[in-house]
């Protein structure tokens, strides 16, 4: 009788274990894919972060750059009233 208890108490014991191990390997393997999640976002972030220009920024050259362009109007419109 005592040896079927400790079969069976060691049989328990080796199922849990065993199940353990597998929930175990299987929180890894969420873990892992959790992390790679994290680093595939970071690179996106410096990727979109190098590549784009901030809004005041943009905003600074829009500025010179139609500034520019009403010099050039204003120097076209004095050579068309020349002409005219």
Do not use: P, W
């Amino acid at each position: 009788m005592t040896e079927a208890i400790v079969s069976g108490a060691v049989a328990i014991i080796a199922g849990i274990t065993a199940l353990t191990n597998r929930l175990h390997n299987r929180i890894n393997t969420v873990h892992n894919r959790i992390s790679e999640i994290d680093r595939r976002v970071d690179t996106f972030e410096l990727r979109v972060v190098s590549c784009y220009v901030q809004k005041t920024d943009l905003d600074k050259v829009l500025s010179k750059v139609e500034k520019h362009m009403e010099s050039i109007e204003q120097k076209l419109d004095k050579i068309i009233m020349k002409n005219v």
